[in-house]
């Protein structure tokens, strides 16, 4: 009985009645089936493709099921790879402070 007041709940833009709502962008309505927040979708879908575009560093990835060996010979690598970046951004840095 308490969890049903706390409840949140919006009203669907396509068919006007109230739907639970997770506060997500993937929320859809429960009479319908449309989105509840179709801008917020596309917001993220937006940003998931900005990041995309943007790259960033991408480092090796450790996964916990990798036996000890391999874990190992990755972290090594991952340290590698920080340590050529960090080569790499000292490079930049010099550079800039150099050019004035």
Known sequence: MADESLISTKKCPACQQWSA??????????HCGELLDPRAQQEAQQQAATEHLRGGIQLVEIDPT???????????????QLVFIAILGFIVWLVTVLTG
Not at 21 to 30: F, L, P, S
């Open 21 to 30: 709502w997770q506060q997500q962008a993937a929320d859809r309505c429960k």
């Open 66 to 80: 990798d036996s000890r060996t391999v874990r190992f010979f990755k972290t090594i690598a991952r340290g590698g």
